[in-house]
């Protein structure tokens, strides 16, 4: 077992640290304070951020938002975000991250398994038809839904008054302006309603079900786990960070608290564009650059030199060709670090030490950032806790773990072993210099784009589709990334038109989720035993394989 801290409850229900929100109100206060937020021309000081949250929180108590209530955040990497986040942790409501990828599927499952209340979203944002998206949901979703707020892509864009032409509220809900929220009179102390370890926000994830589970932390939960990012990648006041995935996500989200806490400067932009970026860089002398394997792929493709204020570079390796790509940045003078996080225990929970050499320094884990965290690999037929180097699946116990999966309360209780580690459903092992190893997700779950889907979710939609009996959908490597390959079978009489459905699962779910073949059978393979039948998913997944390989 990896112990990096002592024996019993080791994070604790409380600490002496403060929030990030009772830090930036500190900082409010006083003049002087250099944090700030850089959105292309435009720069925010992070003082101004906590102070708008408070006219943004005003302007969403008067929609009626109260404590425990949810507030959906469909909006891409905008100050906004970070805002209305805040707004919420002041009134005790608990902000719903919905990643501007989904579409009408994902986005009414949310909305009405959540009961949100308000929903803010950005309606002109990369040409994306949101009002049709919404028209799309079944009106039951929508149920709970009191308002839509709309962000017009600055702090005080658009009329009060007005609605962009094209905007289409759903039936028998209030249309507001992020801008008259924002000039509502500020939220005062006294009409707050915040708790530091009551839920405050949630993130989506999958596992093998066939709803996203809701992952709740609470104020206390992200803010400790700031601190310790900010003391594990060594972010100050004289770090700068550059963003590159959504805020929807814990990866870019947990950066962004350490940004608010160190006080430096905090680089983001609605999407990634790696030119961009590598202006960025140079401009405003980032530090700290932190995303997937495909972001640095494409960050030096875009530029021939070095990068010589770049000292802290951290990755997700998520598409198996870009395996080389520690050792094409090593040439570039990037010395890039493994790492590992999730929704549960959030994002940059440890990295590998930069004094590693470079097969051992990219190897995804490492040590984690609190040293109140501690991770044991458990043999997943015995239920042994094992010693260092055997593989099994990790436990993990520490500050930054969830409260658990709101409405769920049969899935939290089996997310946690009996003496209160979380099980992550991932296998790896532990190392006795204080390091892990993650190898890969046990299960069913699938890592596309980044994101953890459950096959199931994909499953459903499928199922929707005239004509599908049943599907299975199995992960297949591509050069470009593991991709969603659908088996299906039909009913009596029924063909299969593939591009048919191939749309019809574009038009319901993000793009990384729909299937790249999907391919009628007779029958799925599968395993009889005394307990049940097994459809054999590494059987599906060598036909997916040979099928590809044979386009």
């Not at 140079?282 to 875009?302: C, K, N, P, W, Y």
Request: with cysteine; proline share 6%; net charge neutral.
């Amino acid at each position: 077992m990896l112990e990096n801290a002592p024996s019993g409850q080791a994070d604790g229900p409380h600490s002496s640290r403060p929030t990030v929100l009772e830090v930036l109100d500190g900082r409010a206060s006083r003049r002087g304070s250099p944090g700030t937020l850089h959105e292309g021309a435009a720069a925010f000081s992070f003082a101004d951020i906590a102070r708008a949250s408070r006219h943004v929180a005003s302007g969403l108590h008067r929609l009626g938002v109260g404590r425990g209530d949810k507030v959906a955040i469909w909006l891409p990497d905008t100050v906004a975000w970070p805002i209305v986040f805040l707004a919420c942790a002041r009134l005790g409501a608990v902000g719903v991250a919905v990643n501007t990828r989904f579409r009408s599927h994902e986005v009414g499952d949310i909305l009405k398994r959540s009961e949100a209340r308000v929903l803010v979203l950005w309606p002109g944002f990369k040409g994306i038809d949101f009002a049709a998206i919404l028209g799309d949901v079944e009106p039951a979703a929508l149920s709970a839904l009191r308002a839509v707020v709309l962000y017009g892509g600055a702090p005080d864009a658009g009329p009060p008054d007005n609605t962009p032409a094209a905007w289409r509220p759903p039936q028998g809900k209030q249309t507001v302006w992020y801008a008259a929220l924002a000039a509502s009179p500020a939220l005062t102390d006294a009409e707050g309603a915040h708790h530091p370890d009551a839920a405050c926000l949630i993130f989506t994830t999958s596992g093998t079900t066939r709803a996203p589970k809701f992952v709740q932390h609470s104020l206390r939960t992200l803010s400790e786990h700031a601190h310790d990012v900010c003391r594990g990648f060594e972010v100050d006041g004289n770090s700068a960070l550059l963003m590159t995935v959504p805020f929807c996500g814990v990866f870019d989200f947990m950066q962004a608290m350490a940004a608010l806490l160190a006080d430096c400067r905090l680089c983001i932009a609605p999407v990634f564009d790696a030119a961009q970026a590598a202006a960025a860089i140079e401009r405003h002398g980032v530090t700290h650059l932190i995303g997937a394997d495909s972001m640095f792929d494409q960050l030096l493709a875009v530029r021939d030199g070095p990068f010589p204020t770049l000292r802290h570079c951290a990755y997700g390796a998520f598409s198996p060709s870009l395996a080389d790509i520690g050792q094409r940045a090593a040439r570039r003078g990037l010395a890039l670090r493994g790492l590992y996080g999730s929704s549960e225990v959030q994002a940059l929970f440890s990295v590998q030490d930069l004094s590693l050499d470079g097969e051992q320094r990219v190897l995804a884990g490492g040590r984690p950032v609190s040293p109140r965290a501690a991770v044991r690999a458990r043999d997943v037929d015995s239920g042994v806790i094992l010693p260092h180097g055997p593989v099994g699946e990790l436990e993990i116990r520490g500050p930054s773990v969830m409260l658990g999966y709101a409405g769920n309360e049969e899935a939290t209780r089996a997310a946690f072993t009996a003496d209160g580690w979380f099980r992550t459903g991932d296998s790896g092992y532990t190392l006795a210099d204080g390091r892990f190893v993650y190898l890969t997700r046990l299960g069913d779950a699938l890592r596309l784009s980044g994101f953890l889907v459950a096959p199931a979710e994909i499953e459903a939609v499928i199922m929707g589709f005239a004509g599908v009996a049943d599907c299975q959908v199995v992960g297949v490597t591509t050069l470009s990334g593991v991709k969603p390959f659908a088996f299906v079978l039909l009913h009596p009489g029924a063909a299969l038109d593939e591009q048919a459905l191939i749309g019809h699962c574009r038009a319901r779910m993000a793009a990384y989720k729909v299937p790249v073949r999907t391919v009628a059978i007779d029958a799925f393979p599968v395993t009889q035993s005394a307990n049940a039948t097994k459809v054999q998913k590494n059987r599906l997944q060598q036909m997916a394989t040979d099928i590809l390989g044979g386009a």
